[in-house]
């Protein structure tokens, strides 16, 4: 048997259909009506790819957003609003949305063109004559290269006055100590022998002497030194 309502049931649903109509009615009259969510991507004009993190600001104003790696942007503006593009190595772009839009959606492709940075000129003037040119060729100091660095620091002479100057690691003072002992112990009871009393020995002195080795020696070192001075 179908149950029957009463009256301030049916009053009470008439009344509550009302309020909802009357709430959702002043909704749709607080919204602005010029409110757009502006969406869209920023790609080149020649090859149509996207322009990742392109600026995308409403003008004379601090309002807009910067499009993601893939070009995309979305943000909410206003109809009649003046929207610039911008991007690094392209020209500006202004796009104006229109105030005809019903749904309150606007949708965008915007093309950005190359911006080609134009150098100035650069003059190369040559030498005035042949001659002024042999003679600043000629004059050039080259820069060393790596062969002649390398065969200036491994200079015979200079290892040996760098090795003269090195002074002795612990292998080297063990060794000398241990050879001061051996000649000590092997001339342990008798006089270790003296080279200046050494016949042998003086009579080389002298016959290098006559033959003049030391100032030939003398010679050598003094011309090497001028030599390198040059």
Not at 89 to 104: L, N, Y
Request: proline content about 6%; glycine content about 4%.
């Amino acid at each position: 048997m179908p149950k029957k309502y009463g009256f301030p049931a049916i009053l009470a649903l008439l009344l509550f259909t009302l309020g909802t109509k009357t709430a959702v009615a002043q909704s749709n009259r607080l919204m602005p009506d010029d409110l757009v969510q502006f969406s869209g991507v920023v790609v080149s004009n020649d090859s149509l790819m996207p322009i990742p993190f392109s600026s995308i600001m409403i003008k004379n104003t601090s309002r807009g957003t910067i499009s993601d790696y893939y070009g995309f942007f979305s943000f909410v503006a206003k109809m009649k609003d003046t929207v610039e593009f911008a991007a690094i190595g392209f020209k500006k772009a202004v796009f104006i949305i229109p105030d005809t839009i019903s749904d309150h959606r606007c949708s965008l492709i915007q093309l950005l063109r190359r911006d080609t940075v134009l150098l100035k000129e650069v003059v190369i003037f040559p030498w005035p004559t042949k001659e002024q040119f042999k003679d600043a060729f000629l004059q050039l100091r080259v820069p060393d290269d790596d062969l002649a660095r390398a065969e200036r620091n491994l200079d015979r002479n200079q290892l040996n006055i760098l090795a003269t100057a090195m002074p002795m690691d612990g292998s080297m003072n063990f060794r000398y100590q241990m050879e001061q002992q051996s000649s000590r112990l092997y001339y342990a009871g008798q006089l270790p022998p003296n080279n200046l009393l050494n016949p042998v020995a003086w009579s080389k002195f002298i016959q290098m002497w006559q033959n003049g080795d030391f100032r030939n020696k003398n010679k050598n070192s003094r011309k090497t030194t001028d030599d390198d001075d040059n």
